[in-house]
């Protein structure tokens, strides 16, 4: 079940995929980072996305889906690109995610957002705001309207859809879907502060009606933790005016894609926030919560840090490495007070840094705790 920590004798395996844009800029520094550690991985790389479907014709092709179903976790950079945005729906960089959650069954997406203290200044919102803010957004990944059926439509060459007067994506879960996500959450509370918000729009839509009554359901087996339901217009509204006020939000596929990125904000910049994306075997696929970032790709200027967090997350969640994973986390909270900044979170009175001299410090940091 996701969370719980078997130990592990065999040699750890860890697949790699850099995909698109800053991808193999930020993937590069979280190696560098991992390599550091006294552990031995053995890790392989593959390509994902815009890169795999220029070299294979497919953004997800057989080798990368056989390599990641293989390892224990998957180290996941970015992909897409808005040149491919005239593509075929399926031959879209983005579609290899997809494709990863479906056939890894990776269906509990957990998002930490965590105001560090010494960024609480680039926040978007009042430092008393969010200062300790330190929340959890489970977003529930392989259900919704993004898995909706019929979603097919026929594209024309170009992308776009000549007479074509509706378009439509249907929205479902199933109860075992809901049920899953809920246990994942309710148990992943009672590790925090036993506080679950859980968020739908059961005013309007059936699907979220059914699945206020299914977490309801699934929460009589957890009376020590405590639940309350909120529309998502709400929480959207609530996580910018009090979001201390949240420990544990839980919703689903769509409404967490959207909160999630909200709630990124408020610590500081999207390149400081970690994912994972967790299957019922404990095997998962780490990842920054940010995109390619084409804007700022092959500039040395990303934030590696959300990848080198989703490291750690990585060690923690599905490698069993607690302690390895503590170290990379004192680690990225030492170059943070350093004053050592990548141009994201750069603020008056500390340092810039590009991605490989951001890498380099959390590697320093990492080997100076070993030595001391
Ligand atoms: P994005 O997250 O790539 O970028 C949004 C903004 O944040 C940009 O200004 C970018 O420069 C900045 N940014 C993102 N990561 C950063 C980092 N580490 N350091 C500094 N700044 C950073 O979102 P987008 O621009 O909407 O999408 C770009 C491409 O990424 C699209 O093709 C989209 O489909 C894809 N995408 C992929 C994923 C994924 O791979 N999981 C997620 C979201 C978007």
């Not at 994306?277 to 590696?304: C, F, T, V």
């Amino acid at each position: 079940m996701v969370g719980t920590n078997t130990p592990r004798k065999f040699q750890i395996k860890i697949a790699v995929l850099p995909g698109d844009g800053i991808g193999t800029e930020i993937v590069a520094e979280a190696i560098k980072v991992l390599k550091v550690l006294d552990l031995s991985f053995e890790m392989e790389t593959a390509l994902v996305g815009g890169a795999a479907y220029e070299a294979h014709g497919h953004p997800l092709p057989p080798a990368t889906l056989e390599l990641a179903k293989a390892a224990d976790a998957i180290l996941f950079g970015a992909v897409g690109d808005w040149k491919y945005d005239s593509l075929d729906r399926p031959l879209r960089p983005e579609q290899a995610i997809l494709g990863l959650r479906k056939n890894l069954s990776l269906f509990a997406n957990f998002r930490p957002a965590i105001c560090y203290e010494q960024l609480v200044n680039a926040s978007s919102l009042k430092p008393e705001l969010v200062s300790g803010l330190d929340i959890l957004i489970i977003r529930e990944l392989t259900g919704d309207i993004y898995f909706g059926q019929p979603r097919g439509r026929r594209v024309a060459t170009d992308g776009h859809f000549p007479g074509t007067q509706e378009a439509f994506d249907t929205m479902r879960y199933s109860k075992p879907e809901i049920e899953r996500i809920a246990h994942v959450t309710f148990q992943a509370a009672r590790k925090r502060n036993k506080k679950v918000t859980s968020v739908d729009k059961s005013n309007v839509l059936e699907t979220f009606q059914f699945w206020k009554d299914v977490v309801t359901e699934v929460h009589a087996q957890y009376p020590d933790v405590a639940l309350d339901h909120m529309y998502v217009d709400n929480a959207a509204m609530q996580l910018v005016k009090e979001p201390k006020k949240f420990d544990v939000i839980v919703t689903g596929n769509m409404f967490g894609d959207i909160l999630s990125d909200e709630a990124s904000m408020l610590t500081g910049s999207i390149g400081m926030l970690p994912s994972a994306s967790l299957n019922a075997k404990n095997q998962g696929l780490y990842e920054p919560s940010h995109g390619s970032a084409p804007d700022i790709a092959g500039k040395n200027i990303a934030n590696p840090l959300a990848t080198i967090l989703s490291a750690a997350m990585m060690l923690r969640f599905s490698l069993n490495q607690t302690a390895a994973a503590d170290r990379i986390e004192s680690a990225v909270s030492a170059v943070l007070s350093q004053g050592l900044r990548t141009a994201d979170i750069y603020s008056q009175g500390t340092q810039k840094v590009s991605t490989q001299q951001m890498g380099d410090a959390v590697v320093a940091a990492i080997t100076k705790t070993s030595k001391g």
